[in-house]
């Protein structure tokens, strides 16, 4: 992907210095362990949570943060064979992991990509759907951003799928900024239209 804000190429830049380090490993690691546990696969079942975005054959979706690929490779067979997803994370080693995970799968429907969600490279208006599922809240995001990011890279009646709700000020806040109005909740994700 390429970079053209240099705030994002140094932002990108010190997110992987500290994931390399001995504490930014073990940080990782125990949240990939999180992540994939069983624990999380009982109560909170991809597919499940995936139905209450919405998402439908055909679409075309971003996945913010994709982390491990918990979602990517269930929302990959949700959309289908005319579907199309980009699965993007700033950390390389995310990056590495999803792509391993969706060639397994044998899925052609999967673009991954190394990029920040506060400048994603991509086109206007080209997503039908963007899943923030468990990026925010994160201290290197400034939610005015992202917000403004998601929106210009939503179609118009594109949808912001946020899941979980944690902390219980984020809906609100998404909706004071003014980019977003609330169209529901399922499954435990909050979807956001384009105003």
Known sequence: MDRTDPQSESRAMGTERLAASAIGRLFTNVVAAGMESRF??????PVDVLRGADIAPGQTVLEIGCGTGYFT???AHLLGDRGRLVAMDILQRSVDLVSRRVEMAGLENVRVVKG???????????????LLFGVIPAPMLPLGRLVAEMRRVLKPEGILSVWPHVPIWLPGAILRT?????????NGVNNFRRC
């Open 178 to 186: 003014g980019a977003f109005r609330f169209s529901g909740r399922r």
């Open 73 to 75: 490779v269930p929302a």
């Open 40 to 45: 999380r696969y009982r109560f909170f079942a």
């Open 116 to 130: 920040d969600a506060l400048d994603s490279g991509t086109a206007s208006e080209c997503f039908d759907a963007v």
